[in-house]
């Protein structure tokens, strides 16, 4: 079966494009691409871009670039997916230079998603480099990372017919906890490649399109260096350092400059035996940790007023 292969990049759509710039660099640790007056990319390894941003107000997601392994397989997943009714396009030689990919077709997902499947995603001229890590970001067979989109109220088997059984991807487990009393966050894990999910969707309150958008480093001390960087910076927290029960990340949540989050994490597990793989739910989104930054300021606050 034709199948998406990874996520090979994000783009989004920003109001401040100098912000997200000392963002990704100074605080994450990514590597500047290009940079013109309409367009800012970011790199995480050898390839052109991983992240594209772009003018504008939304503050959010604008796409989401899914290569394919061959073209075969890209006009395969075409054809399944126009033979649904469902509108895709070619996005044309301007668009896929400007991607820096050999082929793209457009299409949207049951959310309304800008979907991007694409070929060929090209690599950087130079090596990648960055003064802020002692390692390097974990991208290779398992793309750019994984990115958790919100449902916003569209049925979630429509969207599990759309990314599995039209692109492929294959289920990885589920997470469903009552944070309070009739709050409960709901969520699905998907994968198409080894890394254990690439794109999950979220049944919670949560105002943008994307929730997150992860980055995997290959040194754990990346992890609490880029903690201290974010700190220093007062870079707003979503949830501060913790470890997921399913991909066993140890990780924190920071805030864009727009209001969604990067989740910056070590560890994460690979699934190296889909026959062997086996699909649970689980009750707790974090094993420990993850904690909102009030409530650990809180926390502080009364210790010190204790002591």
């Given at each position: 079966?034709s199948?998406v ?18 963002f ?20 995480s390894?050898?390839k ?10 939304a ?19 075409v054809?399944?997916?126009r ?26 997902d ?5 979907v ?12 990648f ?5 002692l ?5 290779g067979?398992?793309g ?6 919100m ?6 088997e429509?969207?599990l ?12 487990d589920?997470?469903k906890?009552?944070?309070a ?8 894990f ?13 049944n919670?309150?949560?105002?943008k399109k ?8 290959s040194?754990?001390?990346d992890?609490?260096?880029a903690y201290?960087?974010?700190m ?18 140890f990780?924190f ?6 209001g ?11 699934i ?19 904690r909102?930054q009030?409530v650990v ?9 204790g002591?």
């Amino acid at each position: 079966m034709s199948h998406v292969k990874e996520l090979a990049y994000s783009v989004y759509e920003v109001t401040d494009i100098a912000d997200w710039e000392r963002f990704g660099t100074e605080l994450l640790g990514m590597q500047l691409g290009e940079k013109t007056d309409g367009l800012l990319t970011l790199r995480s390894d050898q390839k052109a871009h991983r992240w594209i941003i772009t003018p504008g107000p939304a503050d959010d997601l604008a796409a989401s670039g899914y290569e394919v392994a061959s073209v075969a397989d890209l006009e395969h997943i075409v054809a399944a997916l126009r033979a649904e009714g469902i509108e895709v396009t070619d996005g044309g030689a301007d668009l896929a230079a400007a991607r820096k990919v050999d082929n793209i077709y457009v299409t949207a997902d049951p959310i309304g998603n800008r979907v991007e499947l694409v070929t060929g995603l090209a690599d950087a001229p130079t090596p990648f480099h960055s003064d802020k890590l002692l390692g390097g970001f974990v991208t290779g067979a398992g793309g750019a990372g994984h990115q958790v989109l919100m449902e916003h109220g569209v049925d979630r088997e429509e969207i599990l017919d759309f990314y599995v059984r039209l692109l492929g991807f294959k289920i990885s487990d589920f997470i469903k906890e009552e944070l309070a009393p009739g709050f409960i966050a709901d969520v699905v894990f998907l994968h198409c490649n080894g890394r254990h999910h690439t794109v999950a969707f979220g049944n919670m309150p949560f105002g943008k399109k994307n929730h997150h958008f992860m980055l995997e480093v290959s040194d754990m001390r990346d992890v609490g260096l880029a903690y201290d960087r974010c700190m220093d910076a007062r870079q707003p927290f979503e949830m501060t350092l913790g470890m997921h029960p399913n991909d066993r990340m140890f990780s924190f949540y920071v805030r864009t400059p727009s209001g969604t989050n990067v989740e910056f994490g070590w560890g994460g597990l690979i699934i190296t035996d889909e026959e062997a793989w086996e699909t649970v739910t689980y009750d707790k989104l974090s094993a420990w940790g993850h904690r909102p930054q009030q409530v650990v300021a809180d926390l502080l606050a009364a210790q010190s007023a204790g002591a």
